[in-house]
């Protein structure tokens, strides 16, 4: 009795990520050596003139030699997959550019006022246009971290328990509440100052202080929490819930001890977007906290600064130390807004004991 080999499947199996071999290498690097060649030829005898030039001939000659060297070589759907191929990695290459192109300026501007005095001195006695090895911005470091640190506190519970409600009890109000949330987040942070202004400041305290201007970032933050959260939780099977349900766990039960930890990379990811939406907002912090130029720990009394305020500071002095000392806060607020997101991640991966 005869038995048939069996066929191999030509698609590699799930988990191998495919590897081009060394001639498909070479090939790659043909065409876009060709695709190099060609567009800096036809730059330089056409009127077009200047890197987007140079880049929009360089794609278009690289979809094309691809195109016809896919559909000369394994035919037309080939050809057509090549010519798809070029659009994504168009598009990849469009996403990507912009972030390098901000990190380079930010960097390349932002190290030049870099020096250890300016972590260690607040701008107390030095004027905005002062020169640029005097002052710091330890005051502004320490209002960000206050301010953000507060709205946290006030904005996170809020926007997962209404996450919860929109996902889990799906109460009368969810339609309601899902379309607030919604309208909320495009309000301007503007707007948001304005309201704290006209509802707080002018009729009770009279005065500026931080913990307006944390209330206003809040406002700003618990859509995006609640956004993120809402689709995080959707995310978690509902064989988990009906498990709890079935070893007699009541809902609420089931939500805290169940749902919540499974959630919890993603809830971590969720303020951490809500970081990074109100991290570098000005408007409220130049309406709402009086912008100190001092060290001021205590956020219900007195001015006290931030790295917008500071930002926004420097580049209206208008002087050339000034804007460096602008950009060398822009650069500060990156890194650290940066620092937080790695370290929430690396603490939402952490198995738990």
């Known amino acids: 009795m005869s038995t048939t080999a069996p066929i191999k ?3 590699p199996p799930r988990g191998k990520p495919w590897k081009a071999t060394p001639v498909q290498r070479l090939i790659t690097v043909g ?37 016809l060297f896919a559909r000369i070589k394994q035919g037309k759907s080939a050809g057509a997959d090549s010519i798809f191929r070029g659009f994504v990695t168009m598009g990849i290459f469009i996403a990507v550019i912009p972030i390098f192109s ?12 870099l020096h250890w005095s300016l972590f260690t001195t607040d701008m107390h006695s030095t004027p905005p246009n002062g020169p640029i090895s005097q002052g710091g911005l330890l005051h502004a470091i320490i209002g960000t971290v206050l301010l953000v ?21 799906k109460g009368r109000f969810t339609r309601p509440i899902k379309f607030l949330v919604q309208a909320m987040s495009g309000v301007p942070s503007i707007v948001a ?22 209330i206003a970032l809040a406002i700003l933050m618990i859509p995006t929490i609640a956004r993120t959260s809402e689709e995080i939780l959707l995310l978690v099977p509902q064989d988990l819930r009906e498990s709890g349900v079935a070893l007699g ?3 609420w039960r089931t939500v ?49 600064g931030s790295l917008p305020f500071y930002i926004w500071k420097g580049f209206g002095a208008g002087t050339p130390d000034s804007i460096t000392r ?15 997101f790695i370290g929430a991640r690396l603490l939402s991966n952490r198995k738990s004991n």
């Open 31 to 67: 065409i876009f050596a060709s695709s190099a060649i060609l567009s800096y030829l036809i730059v330089g005898v056409t009127p077009l003139k200047g890197k987007l030039a140079y880049a929009a001939v360089f794609f278009i000659s690289f979809v094309i030699i691809d195109y």
């Open 193 to 214: 100052g304005l309201f704290i202004l006209a509802a707080i400041v002018y009729p009770l305290s009279k005065t500026f202080n931080s913990f307006e201007g944390s």
């Open 102 to 113: 901000i990190l380079y300026t930010v960097v390349a501007r932002g190290y030049k006022g």
């Open 326 to 340: 602008a950009w060398a806060g822009i650069l500060v607020l990156l890194v650290l807004v940066l620092a937080l």
């Open 9 to 11: 499947p030509s698609i």
């Open 149 to 169: 640190f507060v709205a946290l506190i006030i904005s996170v519970p809020i926007g997962i328990l209404t996450a919860i409600y929109m996902t889990e009890i």
């Open 249 to 251: 766990g009541t809902q």
């Open 256 to 304: 805290a001890q169940i749902v919540l930890p499974a959630a919890r990379g993603g809830l971590v990811t969720a303020m951490i977007l809500g970081v990074a939406r109100v991290a570098g907002e000005t408007a409220p912090i130049v309406l709402l906290t009086g912008g100190g130029d001092t060290k001021n720990w205590n956020i219900f009394h007195g001015p006290m």
